[in-house]
């Protein structure tokens, strides 16, 4: 039996305002906030505005990942968190997440990261 090498967090959000969404300076804040509060290094970050809206976004951190791409017209975004830091902070983190953007619904899935990782 191996211990995974980190989680990967995926977080589908619906219900989100689209002047949140196509906000990518807010978002940018929203992501930095996200990373300080699972205690993570933030290596670099960089969003993209597509057109004719949306976001796409990368926070590089020390312990791996976390994404955002948006779709404001349907008031949705797909959030991923791959980390190997703490595994309690990067939940608690995207929750804050989730909470921040405003949403209505939502999904969260976890998957242990391995190739000799037990489930």
């Known amino acids: ?3 995974p ?3 990967h967090l995926l977080l589908d959000v619906a219900g989100v305002p689209f002047a949140i969404l ?5 978002l940018e804040r929203l992501l930095m ?3 300080d509060q699972m205690g993570a290094t933030l290596l670099g970050l960089h969003l993209h505005r597509l057109e004719p809206q949306g976001v796409s976004g990368v926070a590089v951190i020390a312990e791996s990942h976390l994404t955002i791409h948006t779709w404001p017209e349907r008031g ?3 959030i991923d968190l791959f980390t190997c830091g703490h595994p309690a902070r990067a939940r608690a983190a995207l929750d ?3 909470w921040s953007m405003g949403g209505t619904a939502s999904r969260f899935r976890e998957i242990p990261r391995g190739a000799r990782t037990t489930d």
């Open 1 to 3: 039996m191996s211990h």
């Open 5 to 7: 090498l980190g989680i």
């Open 22 to 26: 196509d906000d990518d300076v807010l």
């Open 33 to 35: 906030a996200t990373v």
């Open 76 to 78: 949705e975004a797909a």
């Open 96 to 98: 804050w997440l989730r």
